[in-house]
DNA sequence: TTCTGGACACTAATAGCGATTGTGTCAAGT
DNA sequence: ACTTGACACAATCGCTATTAGTGTCCAGAA
């Protein structure tokens, strides 16, 4: 019985904590949003967070930390989607690479701190991106890999240096659309999806 | 004989000023890539080519304005570049594009002005793309417009609506490969000639 | 004429310096 | 576990004096 309440009580330590992380990522965020990463003060996550300021201390250690973390959980909850998306739409892999590339534009054009994390874009509001150093920087490899392996599982008959080429298409046109967008993003993604479509299903004769 | 001597006398002294700018420009070429535009002095500027820092203000007008007239020695000349090449390989469009994005990726390597132009890239040490009210923001556009003419005329038997998607993946995935290289610029730009040559040529089903 | 060189007013950048504000840590209290 | 208050230390701010640079004018030389 004793390991069993032990057990118990590790759970909901643990999940409480982690609603504590979640309740304090949930309040930087916002504030985040409102002042920039410079204008962020401890005090004011503690405050919004309803915690105390040193409960946000012994929870993340730093600033610096605590930025971490909300990118981090920023660049998985995208991954996520994706990964959500993609499945959503199965074998109809165009589908998906449409609707996945649409919500990469959406969330782009209304989460400015995704938006400079895809973007590489450093300075300007975005100053915390220099916490970037952990699970951010490789975000398009990720996303790369990521759609690289659902293509060869909804693409087998395209030989793999097409695929290469497209998944290559996929995330560039993507970015470049996001810094340089000239139509909504329905549009935009539909006409790269049909781009990539073109690159994928031509093996070229030279 | 008086208006032949007049003629003559504008000619040359238009000669003399146009090569005093020359020179100017190309001092502050010089300085720009070792300082920063902030770091720009006039005086120095003077002093390097020679001639004193009143002459600099009658010719220019201000600062700024020898920013502006920098930029756009640098873009027209940029622009001349690739219209040079496309020339030279004529019917060859393929051949062209690559030598095109070559050049671009070589040019942008080694000429942080014109990096700064084609990424758009605002702030950093580009300070003076403030500038660029004049004929550096259409860049883009210019190229772009271009391409589009000479695709016209050497891929007549491409549909115009194809042309158009090849010419926007040559800008965007050139651009994008500025911003991040992943091979030299002679592979990246078979690789994207590559990819364009498909969206050119295939006619989409659906 | 065209360019030079020096003198000038005015403005922007810089350095120094308290005063303020915020980070990060500690210990005692609940 | 979390809070509260206190603290050392560092970064930032507002202000001032000073410097350095822009932009203009004009007398003189080539």
Chains 1, 2 share one sequence.
């Not at 309803?50 to 993340?60: A, C, I, K, N, P």
């Not at 959503?88 to 969330?107: H, K, M, S, W």
């Not at 100053?127 to 659902?150: F, K, N, Q, V, W």
Request: with cysteine; glycine share 8%.
């Amino acid at each position: 019985m004793a390991p069993h309440r032990i057990v118990a009580m590790t759970r909901y330590t643990d999940s409480v904590r982690s609603s504590l992380r979640e309740r304090v990522l949930d309040a930087a965020y916002g504030l985040v949003a409102d002042a920039g990463w410079a204008g962020l003060r401890m005090a004011h996550v503690a405050e919004r967070a309803g915690v105390s300021r040193q409960t946000v201390y012994t929870e993340f250690g730093s600033k610096d930390a605590l930025g971490q973390s909300l990118v981090m959980r920023e660049v998985d909850r995208f991954l996520d989607g994706i990964r959500e998306v993609l499945d959503r739409y199965g074998e109809d892999l165009r589908g998906g690479v449409t609707a996945g590339i649409e919500f990469t534009l959406r969330t782009a054009a209304d989460n400015d701190l995704l938006k400079a994390v895809l973007t590489s874009q450093r300075g300007g509001d975005g100053e915390l991106i220099a916490h970037l150093t952990t699970r951010s920087e490789p975000l398009l490899d990720t996303a790369t890999a990521m759609l690289g392996a659902y293509a060869a599982q909804a693409w087998p008959e395209v030989d793999e240096y097409s695929r290469e080429l497209a998944v290559e298409c996929v995330v560039r046109l993507t970015v470049s659309n996001i810094v340089q967008p000239v139509a909504p993003p329905e549009q935009t993604a539909q006409r790269i999806a049909r781009i990539v479509t073109r690159v994928a299903l031509l093996k070229d004769e030279d």
